[in-house]
Protein backbone atom coordinates (compact mmCIF):
# COMPACT_ATOMS: atom_id res chain seq x y z
CA UNK A 1 0.00 0.00 0.00
CA UNK A 2 1.23 3.86 -0.54
CA UNK A 3 0.33 6.56 2.14
CA UNK A 4 -2.36 8.68 0.61
CA UNK A 5 -1.67 13.00 1.46
CA UNK A 6 -4.43 15.14 1.77
CA UNK A 7 -2.90 19.01 1.59
CA UNK A 8 -3.51 22.68 1.58
CA UNK A 9 -2.76 24.65 -1.74
CA UNK A 10 -3.11 28.05 -0.68
CA UNK A 11 -2.55 29.82 2.28
CA UNK A 12 -4.09 27.50 4.61
CA UNK A 13 -7.35 27.12 6.14
CA UNK A 14 -8.62 25.94 2.99
CA UNK A 15 -10.60 23.40 4.66
CA UNK A 16 -8.48 20.48 5.34
CA UNK A 17 -9.88 19.38 8.46
CA UNK A 18 -13.48 18.81 7.07
CA UNK A 19 -12.10 16.77 4.15
CA UNK A 20 -9.88 14.60 6.42
CA UNK A 21 -13.20 13.96 8.41
CA UNK A 22 -14.79 12.63 5.38
CA UNK A 23 -12.34 11.14 4.13
CA UNK A 24 -11.29 9.28 7.49
CA UNK A 25 -13.99 6.16 6.91
CA UNK A 26 -11.98 4.92 4.00
CA UNK A 27 -8.77 5.26 6.07
CA UNK A 28 -7.06 3.03 8.49
CA UNK A 29 -4.69 5.56 9.81
CA UNK A 30 -4.47 9.45 9.60
CA UNK A 31 -1.30 10.73 10.25
CA UNK A 32 -0.52 14.78 10.84
CA UNK A 33 2.90 15.22 9.18
CA UNK A 34 3.85 18.96 9.99
CA UNK A 35 3.34 21.83 11.74
CA UNK A 36 1.55 22.78 15.21
CA UNK A 37 -1.30 24.30 17.25
CA UNK A 38 -0.87 27.66 14.14
CA UNK A 39 -3.12 25.09 12.56
CA UNK A 40 -6.61 25.39 13.29
CA UNK A 41 -8.74 22.41 11.66
CA UNK A 42 -12.69 23.01 11.69
CA UNK A 43 -14.94 19.67 11.56
CA UNK A 44 -19.21 19.57 11.84
CA UNK A 45 -21.28 17.33 12.31
CA UNK A 46 -24.14 16.44 14.36
CA UNK A 47 -24.96 20.26 14.97
CA UNK A 48 -21.39 20.00 16.81
CA UNK A 49 -18.38 22.74 15.32
CA UNK A 50 -14.93 21.23 16.85
CA UNK A 51 -11.65 23.07 15.70
CA UNK A 52 -8.31 20.83 16.25
CA UNK A 53 -4.66 22.09 16.20
CA UNK A 54 -2.34 19.19 16.70
CA UNK A 55 -4.62 16.10 16.54
CA UNK A 56 -5.28 15.08 13.66
CA UNK A 57 -8.78 15.39 11.93
CA UNK A 58 -9.71 11.84 12.12
CA UNK A 59 -10.10 11.62 15.67
CA UNK A 60 -13.47 11.53 16.09
CA UNK A 61 -14.35 7.90 13.97
CA UNK A 62 -13.67 4.96 16.27
CA UNK A 63 -11.97 2.75 13.46
CA UNK A 64 -9.37 5.05 13.09
CA UNK A 65 -5.56 5.00 14.75
CA UNK A 66 -4.51 9.08 14.90
CA UNK A 67 -0.95 9.79 14.56
CA UNK A 68 0.64 13.14 15.37
CA UNK A 69 4.08 12.79 13.10
CA UNK A 70 7.48 13.63 14.05
CA UNK A 71 7.24 17.12 11.70
CA UNK A 72 4.57 18.26 14.18
CA UNK A 73 5.81 20.26 17.37
CA UNK A 74 3.57 20.35 20.06
CA UNK A 75 2.90 22.57 22.63
CA UNK A 76 1.81 20.41 25.91
CA UNK A 77 -0.64 23.29 26.77
CA UNK A 78 -2.91 23.67 23.91
CA UNK A 79 -2.47 19.79 23.78
CA UNK A 80 -4.20 19.10 27.09
CA UNK A 81 -6.63 21.51 26.42
CA UNK A 82 -7.08 19.89 23.26
CA UNK A 83 -7.31 16.05 24.96
CA UNK A 84 -9.63 17.47 27.84
CA UNK A 85 -12.27 18.97 25.16
CA UNK A 86 -12.13 15.35 23.39
CA UNK A 87 -12.79 13.56 26.57
CA UNK A 88 -15.59 15.82 27.12
CA UNK A 89 -17.11 14.74 24.43
CA UNK A 90 -16.86 11.42 24.96
CA UNK A 91 -13.78 9.90 22.84
CA UNK A 92 -11.42 7.69 23.52
CA UNK A 93 -7.94 9.49 23.02
CA UNK A 94 -5.42 7.27 25.10
CA UNK A 95 -7.01 4.26 22.80
CA UNK A 96 -6.59 6.15 19.13
CA UNK A 97 -3.63 8.56 19.42
CA UNK A 98 0.07 7.71 18.90
CA UNK A 99 2.45 10.30 19.41
CA UNK A 100 5.92 10.41 17.77
CA UNK A 101 8.79 10.18 20.05
CA UNK A 102 10.99 12.62 18.10
CA UNK A 103 8.00 15.29 17.72
CA UNK A 104 9.51 18.49 19.07
CA UNK A 105 8.53 20.25 22.01
CA UNK A 106 7.30 24.13 21.83
CA UNK A 107 8.15 25.46 25.29
CA UNK A 108 6.78 28.38 26.89
CA UNK A 109 10.19 30.37 25.95
CA UNK A 110 9.86 29.61 22.39
CA UNK A 111 6.55 31.69 22.41
CA UNK A 112 7.88 33.91 24.48
CA UNK A 113 10.70 34.87 21.57
CA UNK A 114 7.81 34.41 19.18
CA UNK A 115 6.03 37.20 20.81
CA UNK A 116 9.17 39.39 21.01
CA UNK A 117 10.64 38.97 17.64
CA UNK A 118 6.95 39.73 16.08
CA UNK A 119 7.02 42.77 18.25
CA UNK A 120 10.44 43.90 17.55
CA UNK A 121 9.56 43.69 13.82
CA UNK A 122 7.00 46.42 14.17
CA UNK A 123 5.53 46.72 10.51
CA UNK A 124 7.65 43.94 8.61
CA UNK A 125 6.23 40.97 11.50
CA UNK A 126 5.70 38.51 9.98
CA UNK A 127 1.58 37.83 11.02
CA UNK A 128 2.66 34.67 13.31
CA UNK A 129 -0.04 32.87 15.20
CA UNK A 130 2.38 33.48 18.21
CA UNK A 131 2.74 29.79 18.84
CA UNK A 132 6.26 29.26 19.05
CA UNK A 133 6.41 28.09 15.91
CA UNK A 134 9.24 29.65 14.15
CA UNK A 135 11.67 29.53 17.44
CA UNK A 136 10.45 25.77 17.89
CA UNK A 137 11.68 24.75 14.50
CA UNK A 138 14.64 26.83 14.69
CA UNK A 139 15.66 24.76 17.50
CA UNK A 140 14.96 21.95 15.88
CA UNK A 141 17.31 22.49 12.87
CA UNK A 142 19.45 24.67 15.13
CA UNK A 143 19.96 20.93 16.95
CA UNK A 144 18.34 22.35 20.17
CA UNK A 145 15.61 21.43 20.71
CA UNK A 146 13.65 18.69 23.11
CA UNK A 147 11.25 15.48 21.75
CA UNK A 148 8.46 14.20 23.10
CA UNK A 149 11.30 11.08 23.71
CA UNK A 150 13.32 12.80 25.91
CA UNK A 151 10.28 13.71 28.49
CA UNK A 152 11.09 10.09 29.53
CA UNK A 153 14.86 10.89 30.36
CA UNK A 154 15.48 11.03 34.02
CA UNK A 155 17.26 14.28 32.87
CA UNK A 156 14.41 15.86 31.09
CA UNK A 157 14.30 18.85 33.94
CA UNK A 158 17.94 19.92 33.42
CA UNK A 159 17.51 19.33 29.63
CA UNK A 160 14.27 21.70 29.71
CA UNK A 161 16.50 24.08 31.91
CA UNK A 162 19.16 24.50 29.87
CA UNK A 163 17.13 25.55 27.10
CA UNK A 164 15.34 27.99 28.96
CA UNK A 165 18.67 29.74 29.91
CA UNK A 166 19.56 29.79 26.01
CA UNK A 167 15.87 31.59 25.81
CA UNK A 168 16.21 33.96 28.40
CA UNK A 169 19.52 34.98 27.07
CA UNK A 170 17.61 35.18 23.77
CA UNK A 171 14.80 37.73 25.70
CA UNK A 172 16.93 39.84 26.67
CA UNK A 173 18.64 40.70 23.55
CA UNK A 174 14.93 41.51 22.90
CA UNK A 175 14.59 43.35 26.46
CA UNK A 176 11.00 41.85 26.61
CA UNK A 177 9.33 41.47 29.71
CA UNK A 178 7.65 38.06 30.70
CA UNK A 179 6.43 35.72 33.83
CA UNK A 180 7.92 32.42 32.90
CA UNK A 181 6.75 30.65 35.88
CA UNK A 182 3.17 31.87 35.54
CA UNK A 183 3.61 29.68 32.48
CA UNK A 184 5.67 26.92 33.33
CA UNK A 185 2.68 25.35 35.76
CA UNK A 186 0.80 24.52 32.97
CA UNK A 187 3.69 23.17 30.48
CA UNK A 188 4.58 20.18 33.35
CA UNK A 189 0.84 19.55 33.72
CA UNK A 190 0.52 18.91 29.80
CA UNK A 191 4.03 17.21 30.00
CA UNK A 192 2.36 14.55 32.49
CA UNK A 193 -0.39 13.92 30.22
CA UNK A 194 2.41 13.66 26.98
CA UNK A 195 3.91 10.85 29.12
CA UNK A 196 0.93 9.29 29.69
CA UNK A 197 0.48 8.64 26.14
CA UNK A 198 1.14 5.87 23.67
CA UNK A 199 4.42 7.09 22.19
CA UNK A 200 5.63 5.31 19.19
CA UNK A 201 8.35 5.43 16.28
CA UNK A 202 6.49 6.83 13.57
CA UNK A 203 8.24 5.97 10.76
CA UNK A 204 8.64 2.20 12.04
CA UNK A 205 4.34 2.25 12.62
CA UNK A 206 3.35 3.95 9.16
CA UNK A 207 5.47 1.43 7.42
CA UNK A 208 4.63 -1.80 8.96
CA UNK A 209 0.88 -0.58 8.44
CA UNK A 210 1.49 0.12 4.90
CA UNK A 211 3.10 -3.30 4.48
CA UNK A 212 0.10 -4.97 6.30
CA UNK A 213 -2.11 -3.58 3.88
CA UNK A 214 -3.18 -0.82 5.95
CA UNK A 215 -4.48 2.59 4.28
CA UNK A 216 -2.76 5.82 5.79
CA UNK A 217 -4.12 9.31 4.96
CA UNK A 218 -1.34 12.02 5.64
CA UNK A 219 -3.06 15.56 6.94
CA UNK A 220 -1.40 18.79 6.16
CA UNK A 221 -1.08 22.00 7.94
CA UNK A 222 -0.83 25.77 6.52
CA UNK A 223 -0.80 25.39 2.36
CA UNK A 224 1.76 25.19 0.12
CA UNK A 225 1.86 28.99 -0.40
CA UNK A 226 3.17 29.11 3.86
CA UNK A 227 5.83 26.32 2.74
CA UNK A 228 9.35 27.68 4.10
CA UNK A 229 10.78 26.92 0.59
CA UNK A 230 8.19 27.60 -1.72
CA UNK A 231 6.34 30.09 -0.40
CA UNK A 232 5.94 33.81 -0.13
CA UNK A 233 9.35 33.85 2.11
CA UNK A 234 9.85 35.21 4.57
CA UNK A 235 5.88 35.71 4.82
CA UNK A 236 5.46 32.19 5.84
CA UNK A 237 5.78 29.41 7.94
CA UNK A 238 8.67 27.59 9.36
CA UNK A 239 8.15 23.65 8.20
CA UNK A 240 7.43 22.07 4.44
CA UNK A 241 3.57 22.49 4.03
CA UNK A 242 4.25 20.36 0.64
CA UNK A 243 3.85 16.78 0.09
CA UNK A 244 7.87 16.53 0.54
CA UNK A 245 6.97 17.48 3.66
CA UNK A 246 4.68 13.95 4.77
CA UNK A 247 7.72 12.36 3.57
CA UNK A 248 10.44 13.85 5.96
CA UNK A 249 7.26 14.35 8.51
CA UNK A 250 6.06 10.75 8.82
CA UNK A 251 9.26 8.55 7.33
CA UNK A 252 7.86 7.76 4.31
CA UNK A 253 9.53 7.29 1.14
CA UNK A 254 8.87 9.60 -1.82
CA UNK A 255 7.93 6.19 -3.82
CA UNK A 256 5.53 5.48 -1.08
CA UNK A 257 3.14 8.27 -1.85
CA UNK A 258 -0.03 7.33 -3.57
CA UNK A 259 -2.93 9.85 -4.05
CA UNK A 260 -2.12 13.73 -3.29
CA UNK A 261 -5.43 15.67 -2.75
CA UNK A 262 -4.56 19.31 -3.45
CA UNK A 263 -7.30 21.00 -1.18
CA UNK A 264 -8.46 25.23 -2.24
CA UNK A 265 -10.80 27.57 -1.75
CA UNK A 266 -13.44 28.80 -4.94
CA UNK A 267 -11.47 31.82 -4.39
CA UNK A 268 -8.36 32.72 -1.78
CA UNK A 269 -7.84 33.59 1.67
CA UNK A 270 -4.65 34.53 3.55
CA UNK A 271 -4.73 35.39 7.27
CA UNK A 272 -1.16 37.27 8.44
CA UNK A 273 1.48 40.00 6.46
CA UNK A 274 2.84 39.30 3.28
CA UNK A 275 1.84 39.41 -0.58
CA UNK A 276 -1.66 38.71 -2.15
CA UNK A 277 -2.39 39.55 -5.81
CA UNK A 278 -5.71 38.88 -6.30
CA UNK A 279 -6.85 40.33 -2.44
CA UNK A 280 -9.97 42.35 -2.96
CA UNK A 281 -9.67 45.17 -0.34
CA UNK A 282 -13.33 46.16 -1.58
CA UNK A 283 -17.10 45.30 -0.44
CA UNK A 284 -16.05 42.11 -2.86
CA UNK A 285 -13.90 41.04 -0.51
CA UNK A 286 -15.91 41.77 2.46
CA UNK A 287 -18.97 39.93 1.21
CA UNK A 288 -16.63 37.01 0.66
CA UNK A 289 -15.31 37.41 4.44
CA UNK A 290 -19.05 37.70 5.69
CA UNK A 291 -20.67 34.93 3.55
CA UNK A 292 -17.59 32.41 3.99
CA UNK A 293 -17.41 33.51 7.72
CA UNK A 294 -13.67 33.89 7.27
CA UNK A 295 -12.31 35.04 10.95
CA UNK A 296 -9.30 32.63 11.93
CA UNK A 297 -9.69 29.29 13.69
CA UNK A 298 -7.25 29.37 15.43
CA UNK A 299 -6.65 33.63 16.53
CA UNK A 300 -10.41 34.94 15.21
CA UNK A 301 -8.20 37.17 12.77
CA UNK A 302 -10.04 38.38 10.17
CA UNK A 303 -8.76 36.52 6.62
CA UNK A 304 -7.95 38.28 3.65
CA UNK A 305 -9.84 37.82 0.41
CA UNK A 306 -9.70 37.51 -3.26
CA UNK A 307 -10.49 35.75 -6.37
CA UNK A 308 -9.14 32.38 -7.34
CA UNK A 309 -5.00 32.56 -8.71
CA UNK A 310 -4.71 30.29 -11.18
CA UNK A 311 -0.60 30.48 -11.84
CA UNK A 312 -0.50 30.35 -7.93
CA UNK A 313 -2.70 27.33 -7.97
CA UNK A 314 -0.48 25.81 -11.10
CA UNK A 315 2.73 26.17 -8.75
CA UNK A 316 1.25 24.36 -5.96
CA UNK A 317 -0.02 21.38 -8.03
CA UNK A 318 3.45 21.05 -9.29
CA UNK A 319 5.69 21.07 -6.41
CA UNK A 320 3.06 18.47 -4.73
CA UNK A 321 2.58 16.45 -7.15
CA UNK A 322 -1.61 16.92 -6.99
CA UNK A 323 -3.41 13.55 -8.48
CA UNK A 324 -7.37 14.85 -7.39
CA UNK A 325 -8.24 18.71 -6.62
CA UNK A 326 -11.17 19.13 -3.97
CA UNK A 327 -12.65 22.36 -4.33
CA UNK A 328 -13.92 24.04 -1.00
CA UNK A 329 -16.88 26.69 -0.41
CA UNK A 330 -18.12 26.61 -3.65
CA UNK A 331 -21.48 27.91 -1.46
CA UNK A 332 -19.63 31.18 -0.85
CA UNK A 333 -19.51 32.30 -4.41
CA UNK A 334 -23.18 32.13 -4.89
CA UNK A 335 -24.80 35.46 -5.38
CA UNK A 336 -21.84 36.92 -7.47
CA UNK A 337 -22.69 38.04 -10.88
CA UNK A 338 -19.48 37.48 -12.77
CA UNK A 339 -16.95 35.39 -10.77
CA UNK A 340 -12.90 36.44 -11.54
CA UNK A 341 -10.20 34.00 -12.53
CA UNK A 342 -6.30 35.10 -12.60
CA UNK A 343 -5.27 33.66 -15.42
CA UNK A 344 -1.94 35.16 -15.40
CA UNK A 345 0.04 38.01 -14.69
CA UNK A 346 1.48 41.06 -15.89
CA UNK A 347 5.62 41.12 -14.75
CA UNK A 348 7.89 43.12 -16.06
CA UNK A 349 6.16 44.31 -19.26
CA UNK A 350 5.16 40.33 -20.03
CA UNK A 351 2.23 37.88 -19.23
CA UNK A 352 3.64 34.97 -17.43
CA UNK A 353 1.47 31.78 -16.27
CA UNK A 354 3.90 30.96 -13.52
CA UNK A 355 4.55 31.84 -10.23
CA UNK A 356 7.76 34.25 -10.04
CA UNK A 357 10.19 34.58 -7.23
CA UNK A 358 8.17 37.75 -5.81
CA UNK A 359 4.59 38.15 -6.00
CA UNK A 360 4.54 41.64 -4.68
CA UNK A 361 2.11 44.18 -6.00
CA UNK A 362 4.43 46.22 -7.47
CA UNK A 363 6.24 43.16 -9.07
CA UNK A 364 2.79 41.42 -10.52
CA UNK A 365 -0.39 42.84 -11.75
CA UNK A 366 -3.39 39.83 -11.81
CA UNK A 367 -4.95 39.55 -15.18
CA UNK A 368 -8.71 38.15 -14.75
CA UNK A 369 -10.76 36.04 -16.97
CA UNK A 370 -14.80 37.07 -16.09
CA UNK A 371 -17.01 33.99 -16.30
CA UNK A 372 -20.49 33.80 -15.31
CA UNK A 373 -21.80 33.60 -11.65
CA UNK A 374 -24.50 31.76 -10.05
CA UNK A 375 -27.40 32.75 -8.22
CA UNK A 376 -28.38 29.32 -6.67
CA UNK A 377 -27.87 28.30 -2.79
CA UNK A 378 -25.79 25.44 -2.57
CA UNK A 379 -25.91 24.60 0.84
CA UNK A 380 -28.20 22.06 0.48
CA UNK A 381 -27.42 20.19 -2.59
CA UNK A 382 -26.95 16.69 -1.99
CA UNK A 383 -26.22 15.65 -5.92
CA UNK A 384 -23.02 16.59 -8.04
CA UNK A 385 -25.87 16.53 -10.93
CA UNK A 386 -27.62 19.84 -9.30
CA UNK A 387 -24.93 22.13 -9.21
CA UNK A 388 -26.13 25.13 -11.67
CA UNK A 389 -24.10 24.84 -15.45
CA UNK A 390 -22.35 28.30 -14.73
CA UNK A 391 -20.42 26.14 -11.41
CA UNK A 392 -19.87 23.14 -13.94
CA UNK A 393 -17.82 25.30 -16.31
CA UNK A 394 -15.69 27.14 -13.38
CA UNK A 395 -15.07 23.74 -12.50
CA UNK A 396 -14.15 22.54 -15.85
CA UNK A 397 -12.77 25.67 -16.02
CA UNK A 398 -10.18 24.78 -13.33
CA UNK A 399 -9.88 21.18 -14.49
CA UNK A 400 -8.49 22.40 -17.91
CA UNK A 401 -6.51 24.96 -17.28
CA UNK A 402 -4.66 22.95 -14.55
CA UNK A 403 -5.02 19.17 -15.70
CA UNK A 404 -5.97 17.33 -12.69
CA UNK A 405 -9.64 16.32 -11.96
CA UNK A 406 -11.63 18.33 -9.08
CA UNK A 407 -13.21 15.02 -7.53
CA UNK A 408 -15.15 16.88 -4.57
CA UNK A 409 -16.82 20.00 -4.37
CA UNK A 410 -17.79 21.29 -1.14
CA UNK A 411 -20.62 23.54 -0.33
CA UNK A 412 -20.92 23.86 3.69
CA UNK A 413 -18.76 23.55 6.81
CA UNK A 414 -20.71 20.28 7.19
CA UNK A 415 -19.71 16.68 7.22
CA UNK A 416 -22.78 16.28 4.78
CA UNK A 417 -22.56 18.97 2.65
CA UNK A 418 -20.06 17.22 0.38
CA UNK A 419 -20.47 16.35 -3.21
CA UNK A 420 -18.57 13.59 -5.15
CA UNK A 421 -17.63 14.02 -8.50
CA UNK A 422 -16.69 11.32 -10.97
CA UNK A 423 -13.15 12.54 -12.42
CA UNK A 424 -13.88 13.87 -15.80
CA UNK A 425 -13.15 11.31 -18.42
CA UNK A 426 -11.02 14.15 -20.81
CA UNK A 427 -9.45 15.77 -17.91
CA UNK A 428 -5.88 15.40 -18.75
CA UNK A 429 -3.56 13.82 -16.41
CA UNK A 430 -0.78 15.54 -15.13
CA UNK A 431 2.93 14.55 -16.51
P1 LIG B 1 -8.35 24.09 7.64
O1 LIG B 1 -7.36 24.82 8.48
O2 LIG B 1 -7.85 23.87 6.25
O3 LIG B 1 -8.86 22.83 8.26
O4 LIG B 1 -9.60 25.09 7.49
P2 LIG B 1 -10.27 25.94 8.67
O5 LIG B 1 -11.05 25.04 9.54
O6 LIG B 1 -9.28 26.82 9.33
O7 LIG B 1 -11.18 26.93 7.84
C1 LIG B 1 -12.18 26.48 7.00
C2 LIG B 1 -13.50 27.13 7.47
O8 LIG B 1 -14.46 26.96 6.47
C3 LIG B 1 -14.08 26.44 8.70
O9 LIG B 1 -14.79 27.38 9.45
C4 LIG B 1 -15.02 25.40 8.10
O10 LIG B 1 -16.07 25.04 8.98
C5 LIG B 1 -15.55 26.14 6.92
N1 LIG B 1 -15.89 25.33 5.74
C6 LIG B 1 -15.28 24.21 5.27
N2 LIG B 1 -15.82 23.84 4.09
C7 LIG B 1 -16.78 24.74 3.81
C8 LIG B 1 -17.67 24.93 2.70
O11 LIG B 1 -17.67 24.19 1.74
N3 LIG B 1 -18.51 26.00 2.77
C9 LIG B 1 -18.54 26.86 3.82
N4 LIG B 1 -19.40 27.87 3.77
N5 LIG B 1 -17.71 26.72 4.87
C10 LIG B 1 -16.83 25.69 4.85
P1 LIG C 1 -4.16 25.75 8.97
O1 LIG C 1 -3.52 24.40 9.18
C1 LIG C 1 -3.68 29.94 7.87
C2 LIG C 1 0.15 31.84 8.89
C3 LIG C 1 0.13 32.93 9.95
C4 LIG C 1 1.31 33.76 9.48
C5 LIG C 1 2.30 32.73 8.97
C6 LIG C 1 3.35 32.32 10.00
O2 LIG C 1 -5.29 26.01 9.88
O3 LIG C 1 -4.47 25.97 7.54
P2 LIG C 1 3.34 30.86 12.21
O4 LIG C 1 2.51 30.95 13.45
O5 LIG C 1 3.24 29.54 11.51
O6 LIG C 1 4.77 31.25 12.44
O7 LIG C 1 2.73 31.97 11.23
O8 LIG C 1 1.53 31.59 8.62
N1 LIG C 1 -0.46 30.54 9.32
C7 LIG C 1 -1.64 30.10 8.90
N2 LIG C 1 -2.58 30.67 8.12
N3 LIG C 1 -3.86 28.67 8.32
C8 LIG C 1 -2.92 28.07 9.08
O9 LIG C 1 -3.01 26.78 9.45
C9 LIG C 1 -1.77 28.80 9.45
N4 LIG C 1 -0.68 28.53 10.20
C10 LIG C 1 0.12 29.61 10.10
O10 LIG C 1 -1.08 33.64 9.93
O11 LIG C 1 0.91 34.55 8.38
MG1 LIG D 1 -7.24 26.52 9.66
Same mark, same amino acid.
Given at each position: MKADVLLGLQWGDEGKGKIVDVLTPKYDVIARFQGGPNAGHTLEFNGIKHVLHTIPSGIFHDDAVNIIGNGVVIDPVIFKWEISALEKMGVDIKKRLFVSRRAHLILPTHRLLDAASEKAKGKSKIGSTLKGIGPTYMDKTGRNGLRIGDIDNPKFTEMYEALVAKHAQLLQFYDYDYNLEELEEEWFEGIDLLRSMTHIDCEHYINQALKEGKSVLAEGAQGSLLDIDFGSYPFVTSSNTICAGACTGLGVAPGKVGQVFGIFKAYCTRVGSGPFPTELDNEIGEQMRQVGNEFGSTTGRSRRCGWLDLPALKYAIQVNGVTELIMMKADVLSGFDKIQVCTHYEYKGEQIHHLPYSISEDVVKPVYKKLDGWNNDLTGLTEVESIPSELENYIRFIEEE?? =?? =??IISVGPDRKQTLHRKALQEAPVLD
Open positions: TG =VP =VS
